[in-house]
């Protein structure tokens, strides 16, 4: 049983897969169990690392073949979640203002 075991290799894009489909699920169920006082920190967060992944998009843009196509699909998506983080981040502080 030791040697079939051994020998069962897994195709690294399946185990991306797996992992990116596990990272979906997590965070799916973290996000949606946050209380609502702590939305906005979190998307204060979620910019944050938005930030960094847009500037490891640009230098994906950069490249050559397929590399600089999902590059410009990152930059893309990436830019959507900052601005409509910064959206969702200034209504929940309009919710807070004093109405006067």
């Given at each position: 049983m030791l040697a079939i075991a051994a020998t069962l290799i897994v195709d690294p894009f399946v185990f991306r897969l797996a992992i990116?489909?596990?990272a979906c699920f997590v965070g799916y169920f973290v996000?949606?169990?946050v209380t609502p006082a702590l939305h906005t920190p979190?998307?204060?967060v979620t910019n944050a690392i938005s930030s960094v992944i847009i500037v490891g998009a640009l230098i994906a843009v950069s490249a050559h073949g397929v590399t600089r196509e999902f590059g410009f699909i990152a930059t893309?998506?990436?830019?959507?979640n900052i601005f409509g983080g910064f959206?969702?981040?200034q209504r929940m502080l309009a919710m807070y203002k004093?109405?006067?």
């Open positions: 990116f489909t596990l996000v949606w169990s979190l998307m204060a893309t998506l990436a830019a959507v959206l969702v981040t004093k109405k006067g």
